[in-house]
């Protein structure tokens, strides 16, 4: 890279709003002054697939890609983006890791093995690096501050601590780019992730042999549409829209907890309530929210 210029790595899985995250780490960054080059692969990635994106900034910057073993800060929105892409980070660098894990769609058909391949959550794995290793749950910050859909600011938070410009810068971008309407709740959700601790990193996953159910299906009707797209990828058949075009469960005892459903869903209408989870809460086992 040429000298004064750095580089940094947005990695994650299709609809965490990674390309938006993106472009407002680049306008913060020309806003406080550098010149800012940016790239983004997505393609067919939408709902599921990988999504990542070069950002290199300084003085004078000639190409968006940032070489390998280069980048100051890693940002992974999932666990096993983490993974994939920390050969990316410098000695010395930054990681700041999601501990969500969003198993992709593709290896949910086979539910017998995908649990025993998924990357376990482990803290110390890029010890070896000497890396700043920020492990987060962003997902329930954004959870507890009221959207789930704001996660994406939360890691930004995290992610400003590593890059030596003003909040001023941040928070303009956010507000100028966020959809309409949301500037409040992705401002409080970055500020969180300003100050968020530590995630505790979860207990292994369970074998799937002993992980059959039942689940909770839970929808939140003000933010579905009624597309229809989880009826069609339910591989049990759960899930369908009725001629009134509302999405109903129509077995929910069939759930396996694939989360096909979840992963896919455009709108973040779906939740998939493991069996665990429902005793920790002490919820029904089968439960469709109303609007």
Not at 270 to 280: F, K, M, S, T, Y
């Amino acid at each position: 890279m040429p000298e004064g210029s750095r580089g940094l790595l947005l990695a994650g899985v299709g609809g965490q709003g990674v390309i938006l995250a993106s472009m407002i780490v680049a306008d913060a960054l020309m806003r406080a002054g550098h010149d800012v080059k940016q790239s983004e692969v997505h393609g067919m990635a939408q709902r599921g697939g990988s999504v990542f994106s070069h950002i290199r900034w300084g003085e004078r910057v000639d190409s968006p890609l940032v070489p390998l073993g280069s980048a100051e800060v890693l940002a992974a929105f999932e666990w096993a983006e983490a993974v994939r892409w920390v050969e990316y980070v410098r000695d010395g660098g930054a990681v700041v890791a999601d501990i969500r894990t969003i198993v992709p769609p593709g290896a949910c058909t086979d539910r017998r093995s995908w649990l025993r391949r998924y990357p376990g959550i482990d803290g110390e794995l890029f010890d070896s690096r000497h890396l700043k290793t920020r492990l987060i749950d962003a997902t329930a910050t954004a959870t507890d501050l009221g959207n789930v859909r704001a996660a994406n600011s939360v890691i930004l938070g995290t992610v400003a601590a590593f890059i030596d410009i003003d909040d001023v810068h941040w928070e303009a971008a956010i507000a100028d780019l966020v959809p309409a309407g949301t500037e409040k709740i992705n401002l409080a959700a970055f500020r969180a992730g300003r100050q968020v601790a530590e995630a505790r990193v979860p207990d292994a996953a369970q074998d799937p042999d002993g992980f059959s159910g039942p689940h909770e299906i839970e929808i939140r009707h003000d933010w579905c549409k009624g597309c229809d797209i989880c009826s069609r990828v339910c591989p049990e058949y759960c899930l369908a829209v009725d001629v009134d075009g509302k999405l109903t469960i129509v077995d929910p005892e069939a759930c396996t907890g694939c989360r096909l459903c979840e992963i896919l869903c455009p709108d973040f209408a779906i939740d998939i309530h493991a069996p665990r989870e429902l005793a920790v809460v002490g919820t029904n086992t089968t439960n469709e929210s109303s609007a």
